[in-house]
């Protein structure tokens, strides 16, 4: 992205990102120059022309295709500019461009002019234009429209202002414009316009007043891809912005420090400081972005602490700024009736208590029947309608999946290419549960699936979102689960989707969905086939409540440093999957942890109390935050693996903490150490 084209050495293929509009000989080896440099630096592909492709009277192939090409386009009004034919050719064709194309921008630099120069109110313009009529009159109308339409835009004056400053701001709309971290939005938007129109409406654009507005409603209605939507189009308003997804789970998870570092980091487009509490967190977003007006998108929040340590009060970011936040349950907002309470005069503010007017709380209802019908009908056929012959049996298949997004896409994809006879037997699965959750509708699809897919699908939606995809396959597949045709099988029903960047992600309503199956498995936690809550997870290990039907269990994130046993570890003869945190493992440990294919170890301890500890089927192996020290006791630590024997202590031994990854393909054995 950081090429460049400069000085008639574009060629016709070459995609832009900006388009400089300027004369020459007023800013071209002045503000200009610098512009461009900085740009370039910034990793922008910029075009800068000059007059030596300027050929005959008509704008040639290369300028005008680095015109379409390019999203923004900034021209530099200055004193001669309007003298220019090329100039104002140039322009005309940019604001055609941009009318055409909804995401293209145009961002106005008066260099040395007023925008009322370029909207023709006074001479300096009009006088240049009228010398242009005899030769060209027949195009200066459309330069005259061109010159109103883009002065009524705002821009950026330099009048009294230094060349930095504006260049600064001009990279930083660019590269916010650029939307480097644009949110993915599903193939098929269906009825979201409406909605769009009445968020805008409601966040209640060009405010100078602080806004928070809340979307509200049940899991898999569509709430984190509006306000995805609602984030992509407005979010070039901002001077920062920020899109934090799962709060909620990261929150359980203690993650809360790691959301405020990057809230930080993507404000202000850069590394986040150090932060080592939440309360040293909220002060840090509190000094750094209090004059700083700010898109931040808060996903999936269930507790009122969320929004104060990451979102702080009216006093956190500038005037202008705007929070989204959405979430199924509003009980723990501070409103009564959609409004706030009223703070008595010299109550203290707390969060999100400062003004009643700060609360907007858009409640979002089932699709309609005919958008409905038009979701399914794309998941399902590939269309925006059904064909004759498929008509009826859509509408009934809509009905009873009552409005849902999620339910629509699921159903839809599980029946892509199926038979008329697995379409009416889907039908008669929703008939039978006709006022049932969504739970039980998104059962019928997780019921079309083979044993080894369920076990990939129950794995992604207890420990793997947010997780690149190759860790857990060494794991599935020393598992003999066939992951690559199991993921593809997954990501085909809509029950997971594999992101650009390879990480595994599952709407919230599924990850619920699959950790209900595994809370349906049985009343006693100890007889359930996975436990990803450490304070669960650690109370049937301790208690020795586990059971063999136990293969996957999480025990990070304690209160305090635990030590576990030998004997608790004898009641989990299945396990294939467990993450520590801290602690040691004591005791005995010959012929335990037998079927162990993934151990991920933090704060993993220098000297290994356990003994005769032999992982005979390890495919993952993460230990990370490794203390100084000698490595005691983990040379009698092996591993087996594809009938090669590994001793731990051989592959790392170090007296300080220690940074290595080593990748066996051949064995699809996986170490990191960190």
Known sequence: MSASVDDGDSSSGAEFE?????????????????????????????????????????????????????????????????????????????????????????????????PEDVKLET????????????????????????????AKIRGLGLKNRGHGEIINAIVNKVMTKLMKRRRNLPDYLVGIHDQVEAIMGLLNEGSHDIRYLVIHGMGGIGKTTLASAIFNRISDQFDGYSFLSDVRESAQRGRIIDLQKQLLSEIFQGQSPEIHSIDAGIEIIKKRCWQKNVLLVLDDVDEKNQLSTLAGNSNCFGPKSKIIITTRDINFLPIKEKEFLPIKENEEESSFQAH?????????????????????????????????????????????????????????????????????????????VPKQEVFVRLKISYDMLEDAQKEIFLDIACYFIGHKRLLPYYMWKASGYFPKSGLLFLSRMSLIKIDEDDTLWMHDQLRDFGREIIRLEDKDPGKRSRLWMPDNALNVVQRKEASEKIVALRLTILSEV?????????????????????????????????????????????????????????????????????????????????????????????????????????????????
Not at 51 to 60: D, H, L
Not at 138 to 147: D, G, I, R, T
Not at 379 to 400: Q, V
Not at 577 to 596: A, I, P, Q, V
Request: aromatic share 12%; with cysteine.
């Open 356 to 432: 009643s007017k700060e609360f907007e709380i858009y409640e979002m209802k089932e699709m309609d029947s005919s958008y409905a019908l038009e979701l399914f009908s794309q998941h399902a056929l590939g269309m925006n309608f059904p064909p004759p012959h498929y008509e009826d049996i859509s509408r009934k298949i809509t009905n009873k999946t009552s409005g849902l997004p999620l339910a629509l896409e699921i159903v839809g994809s599980s029946l892509f290419g199926k038979s008329r006879a697995i379409w009416k037997e889907t039908l008669k699965k929703l008939d039978s």
């Open 562 to 674: 635990q030590n576990f046993t030998s004997e608790e570890f004898s009641k989990l003869p299945n396990l294939r999957f467990m993450e520590l945190d801290g602690g040691n493992l004591t005791g005995d440990f010959k012929n335990l942890l037998s079927k162990l294919t993934w151990f991920s170890w933090s704060s993993c301890p220098s000297k290994l109390e356990a003994k005769n500890l032999c992982l005979e089927k390890l495919a993952v192996l993460e230990l990370s935050t490794i203390g100084s020290g000698d490595w005691v006791g983990w040379e009698q630590c092996t591993v087996q693996h594809y009938s090669k024997r590994f001793t731990l202590f051989g592959i790392c031994r170090s007296n300080q903490t220690y940074s290595f990854t080593f990748l066996d393909l051949s064995d699809h054995w996986f170490v990191i150490f960190r």
């Open 18 to 114: 900006v388009f400089l509009n300027f004369r020459g000989p007023d800013t071209r080896l002045t503000f200009t120059d610098s512009l461009y440099h900085i740009l370039v630096k910034a990793g922008i592909h910029v075009f800068r022309d000059n007059e030596e492709i300027r050929q005959g009277e008509k704008i040639g192939d290369k300028l005008l295709h680095a015109i379409k090409s390019s999203k923004i386009y900034v021209p530099i009004f200055s004193k001669n500019y309007a003298s220019s034919r090329w100039c104002l050719r140039e322009l005309t064709h940019v604001v055609d461009c941009q009318s055409k194309a909804k995401d293209k921008m145009i961002l106005p630099i008066f260099f040395d002019v007023d």
């Open 123 to 150: 001479k300096l313009y009009l006088d240049a234009l009228g010398e242009h009529e005899e030769q060209f009159g027949h195009e200066v109308p459309q330069w005259k429209e061109a010159l109103i339409e883009v």
